[in-house]
């Protein structure tokens, strides 16, 4: 069994400003961490299988410490062609990727590569719920948005996606505990 | 456009045997060459989206070489906690394994880790299309195996699957040219 973060009990006498200030912002844990327990949640309550694919890596050199330790010497980070994150929900394939941005005004398009975009045109295309997570770290505000629409959004004109878009278009994600990223919620109420 | 391999235009002329016999026998592709090309074709052709996972690797150490250069200088290979391709086809998620034997009678089921075999049985639990491809070499032969047909071998006493047995109730993918593994004709047969 696997130990899920468990709520921080708060004292209520900590006269530490900067404490108190972080009970209710940052959890220090960065989207990415905040997906795999979610994802590892998911898999061990048996209510979705969604992986986080491995970072793609062109290796170039390996040296064969002992006949089975391989160790590689050189390689270097590639540019992915699909997104981060796919698998199966409720019968239905998901694939999604999931950005972080600091910015407080906007989402720059520019995070999600183009190969990325046609990546998720094409799952469309075969049936698959295809999405894309957004987080702004500086309100601590996570979303789930449609994947057709930073699709079409990326098509126009526009080289980021305000932020007050978000709050009208998107689906905020409520930060939870167990699991601390609930997307499948947004998706039941989206597509079943 | 990528350029698919074309068929080898025979002059029939030859008198080396050995080339003689190439015709018939190995094409010199191993099966992740085959489905690489395969799922390409599946991918320009809008038949399907279907991608090998990335190798998973620890990275150890990373040299800045410049500022956008990254070059890793240690890492080791991982090994994987899924299956190495899936995607989706008519509006299901697929996930497959595939794996090569050299030996003319049987196939050793300890090829395919048990996490790669829990990880099958999760997916077919949330309405995945779930199979092994599974290719000996010695015959250039693939098959396609349900899932669901290597865990059950594979939680019995057996080490091994019998050449045999593949002969009597595992798909025999025909080979051909473009693409060259074409297994989604076999799902289409059995599911669809």
Known sequence: MVNYPTPKINSGVSNNTKSIKTQHGKRGM?????LNVTNKYYLDTSKAVIHKKPTPIQIVKVDYVTRSTAKITEAYFRKPSTTDYNGVYRQKAIDFEAKETASMNSFPLKSIHK???DHLENVIKHGCLAFVIIRFTAYDQTFLVKA???IELSKGSK???????????AYLIPFGLTPPVDYLKIIDDLYF
Chains 1, 2 share one sequence.
């Open 30 to 34: 960065c989207l990415e961490d905040d």
């Open 115 to 117: 190969h990325q975009l």
């Open 148 to 150: 057709k629409d930073v």
């Open 159 to 169: 080289r980021s996606i305000p932020y007050k878009w978000f709050l009208r278009f």
